[in-house]
Each structure stands twice: as structure tokens, then as C-alpha cells.
């Protein structure tokens, strides 16, 4: 009770000096593209991710990714690999930044990046200069993916 | 070339195990249409590279689909087929004349959709539509046709009926070889904020599923088509800004250069495919 309690006051503390948002230009790459920090310095949440990774007008996952989490939601794509047990293989800081410039870890993919928002050809011009997906979200789905274990 | 059997036998197994269930068909089935068999595998031109066959969209619908095109009775795209045959004896325009006062019976039309797009005699690359409306305007003296009116949709899938069965053969060398850099340039080029090119999908990844969509090579030699998500016919310069817009990017005009000139590589890439027109898909 009383660590939880101390735990809670040093987060209210430290909460204002890193919630500052990591602009996408500025996100900092270690070996193999992995994204150590958090992009928001709120902790990400499992279940908003878990929609996020769903829903077809943000993540849209299930396009190219197989889940079983999501066994309820029809018809999962195979052009990309399963994501069962993904957070066994993967560590957080992998995932982020998998998630947010894949091709910085496999330079031939065909996933998109989810937290870039320039040097695309020709984007749509409402879509100029924005990400696919808010640091927040990247965050809560890299916390939903780190829930799924074989 | 992507390991096509193993990825399809990849699917079929994640579809006995998941909820991935949309119907796939038949793969090996034979397209046969009033005792006709029509070309859906050949030997990938010489210019693809990367691949080894070629393969109608045709083999990747489910087998209700495919059952569909094969019988004319139940094809809906048979009736601009008859919508195309009426319009090509109607009289129109200050010159008093219908396509037959030219060109005859329609039969004559045979091999066209084989060699579209075409460079025409100023150089410049044309789609079927393209020619149709210069017939109109420049020698019937009438009305140019929408490029995705139903008039414009008859009267092309009429057209390429004619040619059903035989193979495409567009020319991509010559007067063509520009436009057809200029079109192999953008099949490969990721656009988009999702970043993706053509090849991505119908390349790298045909015979695999997005989602419930089961990734075709994304050949046009059955265009025009009767899709069942449209309930109606479609061009080939629709079909194009669909996937262009489905990468979250501008699209192009349908008639514009760049569409057409995609069109032809496009096309290039199903040389040696029948004409289907007028196909049905999903």
C-alpha cells in the first residue's frame, strides 16, 4: 500500500518533465533500429492498444497479421508474420521500433511506417506531414504486443 | 518468384486453424467458356524478371465467382456486351454515322484489346477509350463519351469481347518503349503514406491474403471487368486509382498519361494471357 502509494507520487512527479512527445523527426534509433524511450513517457495501455491494432482506419494489423488474441474479428491476413507469442521474441524497444520504421530493421518490408511522416511519394495531400499513428498509440500497441505470449 | 504452392498451402492451413475463412478457388481449375479454353497460365514475358508464370486474376476468386464467368447466362458483363452491339449501329453526330458505317460488323474489332494501349499515329500512347471518343468526335462529329460512362463501358467491353480468347500482346518496344519505362517506373515506385508499389502486393505477395482479399498478380487481361463489389462494370483507369488510393495517395485522372502509360506496363505483364472480356471478379 504504502510502495504503491510512493510509486503513484513519483510518477504525478516525474510525469510533467517527460510527457513531452518525441517529434518523429527526432526519435533516436539504436543497432538493429530498436527505439530504447518511450515516445511519450506515459505507459502505454494494453487495451486501448489491442484496439488500436484492430481497428481498420489506424493499425489495421489483421491486413497482413495473424493473431489469436483476435480470433473473434474475421479473416487475418499472412503477408506478414504471426504475432502470437510476438512478445517473447521480441523485447519493448524492438517493438517500438519495429512499429515506428520497420524498414529500419528489415529494409525490404512491406510494413508501413507508423510513426514517420515524411519522404513519402506522393501522399495524399490531407495525409501531408502526419503519421499513420499518434506516439500514444505506437506505445499502447507496442504494450498490447508485449501481452501476447505463446 | 515468391513460393507460390507453399504459400497457398500456408493459407489454406492458417485458414483451417483461424478465423481466416473467405472461400478460395480453385487454382487449378481450367476457365472454359462455350467449349473454349481460355489462356490463365502462361510463361512470364521475357521482361519480368522476377517472375517465372503468369496467372489470370481469374484463378484467385472463389468458385462460385469463377463458375460465374463461365456460363454467358449468368455473366452480367454479357449485357454491355448487347448494350455494346446496339450502340455500334446507332447514328450520331453531324457526319450521319455509326461506328458500322465504318468499320462494319463488330466482329471486325477482333484482336483490338490484344494490343492496348497503343501508340497511335502522332506518337502518343492511347487507351481503347481514347481511340472510341477520337472516332466520335473527329469523324462522327459527336459527343465524347465519359471515360466511365455506361455508353463508354458497353461500347469497350464489346469491343474486347471480340478479342476473348485470344492473347494479349501489347507492344512495348519502338514508339511504345517510353511510355512503357514510364509505367514500369511507377508499378515500382512505393507511394503513399502506407509506402506501398504495385509489386509489393501482386509481385511479392500474390497467392497470399490481406486481409480478406485474396492478392491476385493484378493482371487486366479480363478488363473490362464485371465486379462484383462495383454491381456493375468497371475500367481498367478505376480499377488503377482504387489500389493508388488504397496506399493513401493521389491518384490520377482516369485518361491521364500516367494512368495510361501504367496501363501498358500493366498490360505488358499479361502478354500471352486471353482476353476475358468481360471477366467477373470480386
Redo the contacts between chains.
Sequence with gaps: MKLTALAAGALMIAAPAIADEVAPGDVVFGEYGVVETSLTGVVGDPAAGRDTFANRRLGNCLACHQNSDLANEQFHGNVGPTLDGVGDRWTEANLRGILVNAKNVFPNTMMPAFYVNEGFVNVREDLAGQTILSAQQVEDVVAYLMTLHD | MPGYTR?AT??VL?AGT?????ALGDESAELVIDGETLITRAPAPEHMENMSEIMSGWLFRSSETQAVQMDDFDNPGMLYVDEGLDLWNVVEGEAGESCASCHGDAESMAGVRTQMPHVNENGELWAMEDYINNCRTERMGAEAWGWESNEMLSMTTMISYQSRGMPMDVQIDGEAAPYWEQGREMYY????????SCA??HE??YG?????DH?SQGQINGFPVYRLKWAGVGSIHRRLRGCI?DT???TYGRGSDELTALELYVASRGNGLSVEAPSVRN
Excluded: S, Y
Aim: charged share 20%; hydrophobic share 45%; net charge positive.
Design positions: 504459400k500456408l493459407a492458417l483461424v478465423m481466416v475463412a473467405p515506385t512505393r507511394t503513399g503514406q502506407l509506402n506501398f509489393n502486393c511479392d505477395n497470399n491474403m490481406l486481409r480478406a492478392l488510393t493513401r495517395a493521389e
